[in-house]
């Protein structure tokens, strides 16, 4: 009577691992190391925001859109980017020839010159200190400065050359990564302004106290950060892999019980 109660017993138990332990067995199999969503691209950004064809191309044929991922995988400390991105129609209110006139090396900095060295979230878009830098480097007068006001209701940007507006609500905004619409192509004046005369030093000029710009140090394109990147993301999913070897041997042991229980039966 004892042993059949025991008996009885042992089969409930059995049977409650037979049935709850495929179902950890499978989330163990199903649930990988949480790895962070990686950040999105540029290009997946303006395929999904559609109407950016053109600059899409620019982006890709100058290598800019590799470049900037390259520049979002690097250490946080490089403070991220925002793209200011126009628009087909911005690029076919230009008169014909604007861009055709280019070298790929002048094409490269004209991309360039879209592309904020660092992220610029709408809140931020009223206290910017002009003229903001951007990747196609030298701020200087008669080369790439970027100016940026706004007030609340509207966002100006100009280049000296033209002038445009953003609009207000970014296309996307990551914690690195900002991309607004802009309603024409920033031509920068280093390459469609007139020639900026060499400056000849008059008494008003040089009782103005002229700022020494921290951008001269930096000119250098700051992009090359990938090999760092590649290790950091392998490390990631190194360690994520104990905790799925845990998880699948726990699974083996819980099977290995009941096995175990069957047997003693
Ligand atoms: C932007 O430009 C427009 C037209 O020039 C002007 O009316 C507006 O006040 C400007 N906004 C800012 C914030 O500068
Ligand atoms: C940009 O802003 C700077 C600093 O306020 C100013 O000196 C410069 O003339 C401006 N350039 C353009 C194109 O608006
Ligand atoms: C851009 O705006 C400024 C200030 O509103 C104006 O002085 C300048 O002529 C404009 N430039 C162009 C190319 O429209």
């Known amino acids: 009577m004892a042993s059949r109660l025991a008996a009885a017993l042992l089969l409930a138990v059995v049977a409650l691992l037979t049935s709850v332990a495929p179902l950890a067995c499978g989330q163990a199999a199903s649930a990988p190391s949480p790895a962070p969503a990686p950040p999105k691209t540029i290009t997946a950004i303006l395929s999904k925001a559609g109407q950016f064809t053109k600059f899409l191309q620019l982006l890709q044929s100058t290598r800019e859109a590799e470049q900037i991922t390259n520049q979002l995988k690097g250490k946080p400390s490089n403070g991220g980017l925002t793209v200011f991105a126009p628009p087909d129609s911005a690029f076919s209110a230009l008169p014909a020839g604007t861009l055709n006139s280019l070298s790929d090396q002048q094409k490269t900095s004209l991309v360039q ?14 206290t910017v200190s002009n003229p903001l830098r951007t990747q196609a480097g030298d701020t200087g007068r008669g080369k790439y400065p970027l100016n940026l006001t706004a007030d609340g209701s509207s966002v100006n940007v100009s280049t000296g050359v033209v002038n445009a507006t953003l609009d207000a609500t970014p296309l996307y905004a990551g914690d690195r990564l900002v991309v607004y619409q802009v309603s024409k192509v920033l031509l920068p004046w280093a390459l469609y302004g007139p020639p900026v005369p060499a400056p000849a030093p008059s008494p008003a000029e040089s009782k ?29 999913r190194a360690g994520g892999t104990p905790a799925g070897v845990r998880a699948a041997s726990s699974c083996v042991v819980a099977l290995a019980a009941v096995a175990a229980l069957w047997w003693a039966i």
């Open 113 to 126: 010159f879209h592309v904020v060295s660092a992220a610029l979230p709408a809140a931020q878009l009223e």
């Open 208 to 236: 103005k106290k002229k700022k020494a710009t921290p951008d001269a140090v930096a000119d250098a394109p700051a992009a090359e950060t990938a090999a760092g990147t590649t290790t950091a993301s392998a490390a990631a």
